[in-house]
Structure formats: structure tokens, C-alpha cells
């Protein structure tokens, strides 16, 4: 076990490549809060109230507080992070992380819940819609530059638990996904006899297929000067405009030419809708951004599933997690997008 006092001053340490590796890290709340506070104070800790930089006191018996040496004050590890005030012990949530960021399919809440033995549904429900807010990097990068970039809109639905049978719920997501070309043997996703396969992927949620709503999506979501194949739908003229090599093609229904233009993100678009009937049997559209979230943050990580872990304690300990109010009214909005709102609606 790392030394308490020295670790605030460390970098993180590495991540566990095996379950039994991740239990004999973090077997109690102590390593689980040393490897947090690593985290959170990469180059050593800094008290909240007072901006005092140093060794601090630590509380015997309460793992996940500090206490300040020059103002006394304590500070919750979990303040401002997705677990702030959670009353589920730290190993609990930080085998939460491990599941979800390493199982390929992810895990759903009922799974979860009964693997690692928590009474209440409900508390695995919100922890994994916490840790989905923090599966989106505030600060990401647009996709595309060098890969030439596949866009394409799909509805997404289907039967929703609990609302009883026939009762179906469209929405509508548009995607982008890069097309890399294979140097090495690391290909996955090789698409008919190309050797190309999926890079990094955008998906969101939209209200319409207007080029109001289109054109400002693959603005925000791929660089500028990138080559962009779509349909040849209306939404999407106007991208040239915007500085973009833009490729449409004339598909007028027909399936096949369909696949054969956009295999890729009609790839992705299936693979999704298999993961979410397969191991969420379908979800209410007002969680849907969460669900392409988490599946976005995976795919994107998918050759290094190891880094996705610290990857989301790094980013959760930035950002402020959504209230069980919010998440019931579905009006939780990342900060990243409310930001972006703001800046909209200021000019
Ligand atoms: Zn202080």
C-alpha cells in the first residue's frame, strides 16, 4: 500500500489490468480515498477555504476527509465531484467505474446492483447515471482532420420498460464517426474489403432533420477542412460553406447504396441499437443522451479500456454531477452544452 504522506505529491499510479489485480489495489476506503486524492490533487493537496498548499491533517477513522493545516477546515474528498455526498462507500462506486469502463457491453443497473450487493436499485441506477455525466470530456476535441468523417441521422426506440408492450418511443440521433485506414493488425471493425475500420464517434440526440439542426451538429462535432460523406439530404447542404470537403450521395431509398456509402456509421448506428436493447432492453428518450454517452466514451476508448477508468474519476472529480431531481425531469444538462448555450445566447 502507497505511502499516505506521499502520495498526494505522486502521479496517479498505474491501473490494474485484472479483476484480482483491482481487488488486492483497492481492498477498503483508505486505498480507494489515497488513489482519489491522487487524482484530485495531482501535484499535492489544496485546502478549499483557505488556498493553503501542503501535508494535511487526516481525521482518524474518516477515510475521505482532510483536514487543512493552517485553517483547520475539513474538506470531503468527494466535495464537488460526482460522488459528493454519497453515503455508498468509495469501493463500492470505484467498482463501478472499474465495470462500466472495462466490460465491453457496459452493465446495467439491475446487474450491477446485484453484483455488488446493493439493497436499493435506485442507488445503482444514479450512480450509473452519475458516472455517464462524467463520460464526456468537457474540453473534446472535434474528430475528423486527417480521417474523413461519415455523418448520418437514425431513429432510435423501441419498447420501454415498464410502460407495458407496443409502446414505442422514436428518437432521433444523428452520428459521425471517422474512417481510418488499418496499418496494423489491431482491426476490429474491418468493413467489407476495405481495411479501414471506426475511429472516434459523436452521437447526439436531435429534435429534427432541419439543416438548422444538422449543419450546427457536425460544426461542433468535426474539424473544419475535413472530408464529411452524408446523404444527400437537404439538411446537409451548406456544409462546403462551412469549410468542409462535403461528399453527398444520391441514395433516394435505396438501401444498398446506402450501405455501400455510409457502411460505417450504419455500422455503428446497428451495433448501438444491439447494446441497447441487449443489455439496457431499451431506455425512456429523455435518458437516451446519457445511454449514447456511455457508449460514445467506450468506443472511443475501446483498444485502451484500462485509461477509460482513472479517465472517468479524473473528469468526475472536475465536473458537477446531476441531483435525482434532475435526472427524474431529464433536464440535467452537461456542462459542456450549457456552456455552449450560454455563449449562443450571449452572441
Ligand atoms: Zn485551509
Known amino acids: 500500500m502507497p505511502d499516505l504522506r506521499e502520495v498526494g505529491r505522486r502521479s496517479v499510479p498505474a491501473f490494474p489490468r485484472t479483476l484480482l489485480e483491482f481487488q488486492r489495489l483497492f481492498p477498503d476506503e483508505g486505498t480507494c480515498a489515497v488513489h482519489l486524492e491522487a487524482v484530485r490533487w495531482p501535484g499535492g493537496f489544496v485546502c478549499h477555504h483557505c488556498y493553503w498548499s501542503g501535508e494535511p491533517w487526516r481525521p482518524k477513522r474518516q477515510a475521505t476527509v482532510l483536514r487543512c493545516a493552517a485553517c483547520r477546515c475539513d474538506t470531503a474528498l468527494t466535495a464537488g465531484t460526482i460522488m459528493h ?81 407496443g409502446v414505442h418511443h422514436k428518437t432521433l440521433v444523428v452520428g459521425a464517426v471517422e474512417v481510418r485506414e488499418s496499418s496494423a493488425s489491431r482491426t476490429r471493425t474491418t468493413v467489407r474489403r476495405r481495411n479501414v475500420y471506426a475511429g472516434r464517434l459523436r452521437f447526439q440526440v436531435i429534435p429534427d432533420r432541419q439543416g438548422e439542426t444538422l449543419r450546427p451538429f457536425v460544426a461542433a462535432a468535426v474539424e473544419p477542412g475535413s472530408a464529411v460523406t452524408t446523404d444527400g439530404w437537404v439538411g446537409y447542404e451548406g456544409l462546403a460553406a462551412l469549410g468542409y470537403r462535403h461528399e453527398a450521395v444520391v441514395i433516394a431509398g435505396d438501401q444498398e447504396v446506402t450501405d455501400n456509402s455510409l457502411p460505417m456509421i450504419h455500422l455503428v448506428f446497428s451495433n448501438f441499437k444491439t447494446w441497447l436493447q441487449g443489455t439496457h432492453h431499451g431506455v425512456s428518450p429523455r435518458h437516451l443522451q446519457a445511454y449514447l454517452n456511455e457508449y460514445v466514451f467506450r468506443f472511443n476508448r475501446r483498444f485502451y479500456p484500462m485509461t477509460a477508468f482513472n479517465s472517468v474519476l479524473g473528469i468526475g472529480v472536475r465536473i458537477e454531477a446531476p441531483t435525482y431531481e434532475d435526472l427524474y425531469r431529464g433536464e440535467w444538462c452537461h456542462p459542456k452544452l450549457t456552456e455552449a448555450a450560454e455563449v449562443a445566447s450571449t452572441g
Open 85 to 165: 455526498r454519497t453515503k455508498t462507500p468509495l469501493q463500492v462506486w470505484f467498482w463501478g467505474v472499474y465495470l462500466v469502463t472495462t466490460q465491453t457491453p457496459g452493465m446495467s443497473a439491475l446487474q450491477f446492483q446485484r453484483q455488488l450487493g446493493v439493497k436499493r436499485y435506485e442507488t445503482t441506477f444514479q450512480m450509473l447515471h452519475k458516472l455517464r455525466a462524467a463520460m464526456v470530456r468537457p474540453d473534446r476535441d472535434r474528430i475528423g482532420g486527417r480521417w474523413p468523417v461519415e455523418v448520418d441521422e437514425t431513429y432510435v426506440g423501441g419498447k420501454t420498460r415498464g410502460e407495458g408492450r
